[in-house]
């Protein structure tokens, strides 16, 4: 069956019309995109008859749909299509829905016996707020005489009332939220992206390529918490260099651009992941670099900002001059995700990204296609220990920020509770002053609000007390305080899989070599 398609527009090369015919003589394309308002990065909806709706493209383009997230805007186009796909069957297309086709959509995605890809209530909820916005815009355009979706009156948590949808889900909570261990983690680590065999050694036939760049990745996100789009779009100037000195954890900046909330926040990043991605500038990146350079692939890209300085301590300024000597600048903090991918500077052999995550031909990776490599590794891990463990890991980038949460909880609790040797009233004071390690978490995070920290990230731990979980009789330390081990965690964790549902943990008959 024919279905609508969405089409994302690309960075257009200045030799495009000619190798595409029908495109002759359009070679000012990217200038009449820009004059009707079509930028790179937005996206177009085909219907399966092959016509573009000029309401549906001036919505994705001119509209506040702009202004989301990349990573909401794929979601949302995403649930877009399915919506309309079901409208198309029934003969109708998007602002002919009725209130009775989003009830009979929403059944069929949630509930049909006959969908064999049924979806749970966040799912859900996230296209209901795409449809939300779409056709409350509709409405305000006077292409629709009555809103589709139905709506009622509640009371928020701040006493306000405010409208939401009749059909948002009663059980929003998530079944597609998991956790791994930290010893899961490096062993999904180990399978999917080092190639190692189930016996712990590493694969004759492994290929390898941009292992070290995946490794890097994959600990960064693991480590710091960061979302997928916030990690992949770091710049190399946006990483935090290893010190002389040891440490633990180096900190570093995200940029309020490319954060979900919009809100600048810094993220910290274990030593040894430091060292990992170091290893990988050094090495891949470099030769990627290299390999670019002597192809003239920077030379020839439509467009490319070399930054010349960089001003600033706290709130860092980007000056820099384009290809048709243009100059210009741009405050760190305000780079978009498209806007960083043009950003170069002068290396020792010739200009080079200063985006940090590049493919084989040296050119950005682009955020989105980490779901890929962390797809296959998840069937790799799926290939090579089926049989050897009773459920072979798997692994999304949003899953290592939740696990990375649930990581730090746990050991917060220990800092505050135990090893500092509080009394209740100390605890109460250090709670005041700092805040409580749910709190703690909460900013790591970059959360608003605690409650989506404890209802969906840490839900493992949201309805247990901590506090009789770490009541065991705990080691001490050289000095007689309560020693906060590797392995005491770890156990802990352990258990907390054993009583709770969604967290990956191995088998613990499983002995993998490190």
Known sequence: MASWQVYWVPRHSVALPDRVLVLTGYGDLSEREERVGIHVGDPILLSPDYRIDDWLSLYLCRSSFVRLAPETKRNYTDDYCLLFDFLWVRGKIWNEATADDLWDFEDWRTRSPRNPRKIGGSRWDRGLAAFTRLYAWAVRKELMAVNPIVMRTVVDRHGQLVEVPEARSKNARSSNVHWLTPRAFRLWVNVGLRGYTADGLPASCWAGRMEDRNVAFAELLFSSGMRLTEGGSLLTIEMPRSALQARRYYSGRLAREVTKSKKARTYYAAAPVVGLVEGYVESTRAAAVRRAQAKGRYDSLPERRLVTRITGLRKRVLHWVDQDGVIGETALNDATVEERMTLFTEGPTGPEPLWLWLNESGLPFQPASWENVFRAASQRCQDVLTGVVAEPPFCTPHMCRHSMALYMLVVLHYVVDLRMGLTPEERRDFRLLYGDPWRMVQDLLGHSGLETTRAIYLAPVSDLQLRSLLADP????????????????????????????????LDEKLVVRA
């Open 474 to 505: 705990d080691p001490l330390d050289e000095e007689g305080s309560v020693a906060v081990t590797q392995h005491r965690v770890t156990a802990l964790l352990s258990r907390l899989a054993q009583e709770s549902e969604g967290i990956q943990d």
